[in-house]
């Protein structure tokens, strides 16, 4: 790691809640800077000092600055009127709160610049507040709503947690919308100085709530691309009409005899990974992964490769795809369909009895897909129901199975950390409704293809790494030891040992033990939300849930554009053209690959918040069938004003207000994760399973609103609760509900 590479991390480190000023080495240490790396991070300190992003304080302790009288950062806004500035440059008072009335009419997203005021110490530290005093660039000025009508004024009601007041507009009728319509609106005034925000609709959805519109709705609100440019689907056209497949196999290993398969989910239609198994001397194994050669197909600076890049990633909806690459491509000449010869980029690793690798050779090759299966087809096969199925196809699986089961088992000892988040996905009735939800396959065939992948993955990273050659890695910094605290926190709320460290070694056997307990969700999701965020990057940080030194993403080209850049480096090393160390001519530099790894992680987070959130309207749409009905839940969290519960079935968090709650005066103890009823004594704590009933859905904000159950029957009371000081921020954040991927989680 270059001195270079430390600078963000320390910052990052500087800048959490919870650190206290440490001399340098308590840094490193706290840090898990290794003593071999250790000279280069005190270089980066000397050049963070140097330019002022850090100071040095009392007793040689490592501060970030001051606050300056202003900061610039991006806005976060609240429904309650508040706000808070995320500065782009970290200081030590984190991120700035700004009160009610001095938000300037910002909005979630902006890039504001705020005046920082002093509003008196709290236990020994200066605390701040700010005032908006300019809005530098609006994050977004298209919503989607509902239009409605009151009072003879017609207003859109937006979506989502952006913008948290109407959106009035004039006569709706140019574009034919009706009250009930769902509809996307274009700002031309935002809410500030006291007036009203108005806007013009430029596209009705149609009704809301109807089969498509939801999908939409959220396909416009993340602003994600629909319709290639014709210049795209032309070039895209053109490729495959002059796509020659025997001359495009020449020179490559050609591979069509030989027995691979595919795995993949029931409803996928491009197929980009491949699988086959050679028994080779003394025992060992040679694992084939076959990954579709995009790059043949796609050539650096056309049109494909410019729109591709733009669009960074695939996104997968429950019943829409929007993909990276037009169609006569991804589920076309690229897709590794059944019986059909298609190019390939290959990694050969060779393991031995214990799943240890051996050898590891890559080849531009030419595959047939012998069989395509479902992974309940593989999973049946493990459990002996093989009606219809090849003998050789059948063999391959069983010997998928085993070696992935060594390979895992290799991957556990080394401390590879595997977090226990189950997911749902939802279904469909005929014309296209939520009808209602099951829990995700997590069978043992979706292991075999996770390790295959893993696996293939690092070997082609180290193999980057090994020739000096700049290459868009797959980064998951291991956890400052700062983050224990807050971990340890949650798990003495839970009447839990707290833990030494964030070493793996420490967190995977604290999973382990929590396996099958009501608890257990909340401690994964506590455990993940301890550890820093996994994103595209050149530095060799090693991926620390994965106990991997280096590693990259290569098998998924057909949806993930890094893949592609790798695709193209391996094609250079196959055909001898990739130096070792030094710059050479169509390769990216570091720089460049940093500049296109910022792209393609924040085009990813972007995918996973729509694919998120749609997947939680869905099941809030069918829990507005389920309003008085009654479920087990789980306590998940306290704050200033409720306490979050989830319902296991569905996967989804609710909130249970205390105005909601029994009359009583409720203590709220963020420490011991709990609330305290002061009048009748009563404890509601994390991991507390209680009985709640839905009270009602608010789909536009993305509520569900939950009632107590109790003995004697509560009915809503005054809140009677102290609140929190002004600006504090809840304690817990919502559960995840993530929506389903093409096929993977994403490493």
Not at 69 to 84: A, E, I
Not at 633 to 657: C, K, S, W
Request: net charge positive.
């Amino acid at each position: 790691m270059t001195p270079e590479r430390f600078a963000d991390r320390i910052v990052r480190h500087l800048a959490k809640d919870g650190y206290r000023p440490q001399k340098a080495s308590g840094v490193a240490r706290a840090m898990g800077v290794a003593d071999e790396e250790y000279g280069d991070f005190r270089e980066s300190v000397k050049a963070l000092m140097k330019t002022g992003r850090i100071v040095m304080g009392s007793a040689s302790a490592l501060t970030l600055p001051d606050p300056a009288r202003r900061v610039v950062g991006q806005f976060r806004g609240n429904p309650r009127g508040f706000g808070f500035v995320i500065p782009d440059t970290p200081n030590s008072h984190g991120d700035l709160f700004v009160p009610p009335g001095q938000t300037g009419g910002a909005v979630t997203g902006d890039t504001v610049a705020a005046r920082v005021l002093k509003r008196g110490k709290r236990d020994g530290r200066m605390m701040y507040e700010g005032r908006i005093v300019e809005i530098i660039e609006r994050g977004q000025s298209r919503f989607v709503g509902e239009l409605c009508s009151e009072l003879k004024r017609w207003f859109v009601r937006p979506d989502g947690n952006t913008l948290h007041v109407p959106i009035f507009v004039g006569d709706p009728g140019a574009k034919g919308a009706r009250a009930g319509d769902q509809v996307v609106v274009e700002i031309v005034r935002y809410p500030e100085d006291g007036s009203d925000a108005r806007g013009v609709i430029t596209k009705v959805l149609g009704k809301r709530g109807e089969p498509g519109v939801d999908t939409q709705s959220i396909v416009y609100q993340y602003q994600l691309p629909q319709e290639f440019p014709k210049a795209v689907t032309k070039e895209a056209a053109r490729v495959v009409a002059n796509y020659d497949p025997e001359e495009a196999a020449a020179g490559r290993e050609d591979l069509r005899e030989l027995t691979v398969i595919t795995i993949d989910p029931d409803t996928a239609r491009d197929f980009d990974d491949a699988i086959s198994i050679t028994e080779r001397s003394r025992g060992r194994l040679e694992l084939g992964v076959h990954i579709a050669d995009v790059s043949y197909f796609v050539q650096p600076g056309s049109a494909l490769d410019s729109e591709a890049r733009e669009r960074a990633n695939s996104v997968y909806f429950p019943r829409l795809v929007i993909p990276m690459l037009p169609e006569v491509l991804s589920n076309g000449v690229c897709s590794l369909q059944e019986k059909e010869p298609r190019l390939t980029k290959s990694a050969f690793i060779t393991y031995d009895a214990r799943g240890r690798r051996a050898a590891t050779r890559f080849a531009n090759t030419v595959i047939r897909s012998t069989k395509r299966l479902t992974y309940g087809q593989a999973t049946r096969i493990l459990k002996g129901k093989v009606g219809g199925i090849s003998k050789a196809a059948v063999a391959l699986v069983r010997q998928m199975e085993s070696l992935a089961r060594a390979i895992q088992k290799r991957r556990l000892a080394a401390g590879s950390l595997v977090l226990d988040l189950p997911e749902v996905d939802v279904l469909f009735d005929d014309e296209g409704r939520v009808a209602g939800v099951e829990p995700t396959d997590s069978a043992f065939s979706h292991t075999i293809i996770e390790m295959f992948m893993v696996e293939a993955n690092e070997v082609v990273a180290e193999l980057f790494s090994e020739m000096g050659v700049p290459a868009l890695r797959r980064v998951h910094p291991p956890p400052d030891e700062s983050s224990t605290q807050p971990l340890n926190r949650f798990l003495r709320a839970l009447g839990l040992e707290p833990i030494k460290s964030m070493d793996r070694e420490v967190l995977q056997p604290l999973l382990d033990r929590l396996k099958g307990r009501p608890e257990s969700f909340a401690v994964n999701l506590a455990i993940l939300r301890s550890l820093e965020r996994a994103v595209y990057d050149p530095a060799p940080v090693g991926h620390f849930a994965l106990a991997s030194d280096d590693y990259t993403h290569f098998t998924s080209p057909i949806r993930r554009y890094p893949d592609l850049t790798i695709h193209r480096l391996l094609d250079a090393h196959v055909r001898g053209s990739l130096k070792k160390r030094g710059r050479q001519a169509n390769v990216p530099n570091v720089s460049e690959c940093q500049e296109l790894g910022i792209h393609c992680s924040k085009n990813e987070r972007r995918a996973e918040a729509a694919e998120r959130e749609l997947k939680l309207i869905y099941v809030l749409r069918l829990l507005e069938r389920r309003v008085g009905d009654e479920f087990d839940g789980i306590i998940t969290g306290v704050a200033n004003f409720g306490v979050f519960v989830q319902l296991p079935e569905y996967l989804v968090e609710g909130l249970l207000r205390f105005s909601d709650l029994a009359d009583d005066w409720w203590e709220v103890d963020s420490e011991a994760g709990c609330v305290i009823g002061t009048r009748t004594g009563r404890r509601l704590k994390i991991g507390d399973t209680v009985r709640v009933t839905i009270a009602g859905i608010d789909l536009a904000d993305r509520k569900l609103n939950l009632t107590l159950n109790e003995e004697a029957g509560a009915a809503s009371k005054r809140e009677k609760h102290r609140p929190a000081p002004r600006g504090e921020k809840r304690s817990a954040k919502k559960v995840k509900t993530s929506a389903p991927t093409k096929r993977r989680r994403r490493r």
